[in-house]
Every structure is written in structure tokens, then in C-alpha cells.
């Protein structure tokens, strides 16, 4: 079984710094996609940036970019020039690719705190 | 615009008496789901509908029933409550079940169970 682990529980950056979180999986497949998804508090989960595992390039959404190490099986979130809405909850999550409906499995989150 | 509705955002049952929270969507996406997410930790997968076929994650208590009337509308039933089950319920669709597509998610319902 597929496990994601953010090591992080609590971050946090000044407003306009910029700041990584990490996340670390496993998995025996070669073929999978993985996700950075953004719960602030009180509102909905949104999906921040996805990476397909056979794409080498990393995701660059914005402010938002990732470090991908297949090897290492190591997928960081880089935020550039921090805003005070960034705060939130951060999930890291996998999910196969393999035919049909294959749940996404996410790690427990990392709380961001901006300070302004 | 909003496009998955939770309601109620926030609900309170007793020990052992049955609640129902839904889901709506107007995105008419193929796929809902109903995910799990106690405090502090990850959302967890009990069963989603790919259009009307039902599919029941192996670890999903018996307690947990789902019912999808229609392509907008999904409910999460929950038959006797425990206190084990307080926790965040959120809904999330998408357009099939392949990873490529994208899921999104409700604001979620936060069960107290008394």
C-alpha cells in the first residue's frame, strides 16, 4: 500500500519569504500522480499544483512550484513571496494510475502560518 | 459560484440516533466521493459513486451507508453514531476516476456526536 508522509506538522513565514514543504511517499509503481492540496480554515480543500510521476519537468503553478525526486520519491512545495492568504492547512496526497478508481491517499498535513 | 455544497456545515446527533448529511453538485460530475477526516489527520476514503455504481472502501464501517438519488445529489448516512465518528465529512467530485482528473472538494460537515 501506498503511504505519504509530511514530516512537518507546523510551518512557518515571514509575508514575501519564501518557504518549502515536505512530503516523502512510497510506492512499488512507476506510474502515479501526486498533488499539493490548500485547506484553509473553514473552507473547502483546493487542489494547488499536481505532478504526473513520468513527467521529469516540475510543476510550476504561480507562486507555486514543486521539487520532484522520483528516485528519492521525495515531492516538496516551494511558495514564493508568501501572502497572508496562503495560511492554511497543506496536504500532500498520491494517487496511482492504474485503470479504474484508485483513492488518493494523503499524508496528515502541514499548518502554514503567515506572518505579516 | 459555488459547485459542491455541504449542508449542514455544521451538525450535532446523539449517541446512536441516525444522521444524514448531503451533498450537492453543479459541476455534473461522473464521480462523488465521501471522505473521513478526524482531527489532525488525513481525509480518508469511504466510498464514492461512479454515476450510480457504489463503491465501498474495505475498511469503511458497516455503520456508513451511502445513497446517490441523482447525478447532483449524494448522501452520507451514518446508522447509529458513535463518538468515534466526530469528525469533518467532506464530499468531493470529479469528472472520472483516473488520476488525471482533478477532485473537488465541499466545504464539509463537522459532526459532534453527543
Known amino acids: 500500500a501506498q503511504t505519504v508522509t509530511q514530516s512537518q506538522p507546523e510551518m512557518s513565514v515571514q509575508e514575501a519569504e519564501t518557504v518549502t514543504l515536505s512530503c516523502t511517499y512510497d510506492?512499488?509503481?512507476?506510474?502515479?500522480?501526486l498533488f499539493w492540496y490548500k485547506q484553509p480554515p473553514s473552507r473547502q480543500m483546493i487542489l494547488v499544483i499536481r505532478q504526473e510521476a513520468y513527467k521529469q519537468q516540475n510543476a510550476t503553478e504561480n507562486r507555486f512550484s514543486v521539487n520532484f525526486q522520483k528516485a528519492a520519491k521525495s515531492f516538496s512545495l516551494k511558495i514564493s513571496d508568501s501572502q497572508l492568504g496562503d495560511a492554511a492547512m497543506y496536504f500532500c496526497a498520491y494517487r496511482s494510475a492504474e485503470p479504474g478508481n484508485t483513492p488518493l491517499v494523503f499524508g496528515k498535513g502541514t499548518r502554514l502560518s503567515v506572518i505579516a | 459560484d459555488a459547485m459542491v455544497i455541504q449542508n449542514p456545515r455544521y451538525q450535532v446527533t446523539q449517541f446512536g440516533k441516525p444522521v444524514t448529511l448531503s451533498c450537492s453538485q453543479t459541476l455534473n460530475h461522473n464521480v462523488m466521493y465521501w471522505y473521513q477526516q478526524k482531527s489532525s489527520q488525513a481525509p480518508k476514503l469511504l466510498f464514492h459513486?461512479?454515476?450510480?455504481?457504489?463503491?465501498n472502501e474495505a475498511d469503511t464501517p458497516d455503520n456508513f451507508q451511502s445513497r446517490r438519488p441523482n447525478t447532483s445529489f449524494c448522501f452520507l448516512d451514518i446508522r447509529s453514531p458513535g463518538l468515534g465518528d466526530a469528525a469533518m465529512y467532506l464530499c468531493?467530485?470529479?469528472?472520472?476516476?483516473?488520476?488525471?482528473?482533478?477532485?473537488?472538494f465541499g466545504p464539509g460537515t463537522r459532526l459532534t456526536v453527543t
Open positions: 468531493a467530485t470529479s469528472r472520472g476516476t483516473s488520476g488525471v482528473y482533478e477532485q473537488y
Open positions: 510506492t512499488s509503481e512507476s506510474d502515479y500522480y
Open positions: 459513486y461512479y454515476d450510480k455504481d457504489f463503491n
